[in-house]
């Protein structure tokens, strides 16, 4: 299994809803990653979490809060977003287990659109 | 992290061989270049890795002259499938890195039949 699954594949939220977006990995992967994507730019990392803890925040508002519960779980936790947050929220995952080796593997997103 | 410079976009025809050139003036001794694939709508997707001279793969080959201050990614024979957003990255490997990859504009091909 070398797949990145990530749900749900489309979101709409209000302003004031909390949702979550969900990323799994059954591939024995030890580093998980967030990145945002706006259209037609390059991804932008937000969260990285290396064997269930979080070791890279890219200075993201607190309004996004992510959770790894095991090792082939990651979720994003949404509350009170803005507009301007919509976007295509892609996990991935890299082994990490010898050091990392500058691979990630994507999943094929989340298409949030905050009304 | 080495910034990366890559042109904006690129078009081709069906058929012809595609080399896309990334400059990396700062890179460090350890770092490594990767380069990705993105398609609309999709995640980014590995393409190649390399640290000097040649790497080839069955989709790509990669090279990187001595001074490792840029590289060439070289599609062969292209076709309409091959029209994506092309990454160059570059990064350390190995026990003691953070993990971190940062994407810088891309190059987008379009290739035409």
């Known amino acids: 299994d070398t797949e990145v699954t990530q749900t749900p594949k489309h979101l709409v939220m209000g302003m004031t809803n909390k949702k979550s977006l969900k990323c799994e990995q059954h591939m024995g992967h030890r580093a998980m990653y967030w990145y945002k994507q706006k259209a037609k730019k390059p991804p932008e990392l937000m969260f990285v979490?290396?064997?269930?803890?979080?070791?890279i925040n890219e200075s993201v508002p607190s309004r996004f809060s992510p959770e790894c519960p095991n090792s082939s779980l990651l979720n994003l936790h949404l509350h009170a977003l803005q507009p301007e947050d919509s976007a295509l929220y892609l996990c991935?995952?890299?082994?990490?287990?010898?050091?990392?080796?500058?691979?990630?593997?994507f999943g094929e997103g989340s298409r949030l659109t905050v009304l | 992290l080495a910034k990366t410079t890559q042109p904006i976009s690129m078009d081709s025809y069906e058929g012809q061989e595609v080399n896309i050139t990334c400059s990396h003036n700062?890179?460090?001794?350890?770092?490594?270049i990767t380069w990705y694939q993105q398609f609309p709508s999709q995640g980014p997707r590995f393409i190649i890795q390399g640290y000097k001279t040649k790497v080839t793969n069955e989709v790509a080959s990669l090279f990187i002259p001595a001074d490792r201050k840029s590289s060439t990614l070289s599609l062969p024979r292209v076709s309409l499938s091959d029209t994506a957003v092309y990454y160059c990255l570059v990064g350390q490997r190995g026990s003691g890195n953070t993990g971190k990859l940062i994407f810088g504009q891309g190059t987008t091909l379009q290739v035409k039949p």
């Open positions: 991935a995952s890299s082994p990490r287990q010898g050091g990392f080796t500058g691979e990630l593997f």
């Open positions: 700062n890179i460090a001794t350890n770092d490594y």
């Open positions: 979490y290396s064997y269930e803890k979080l070791s």
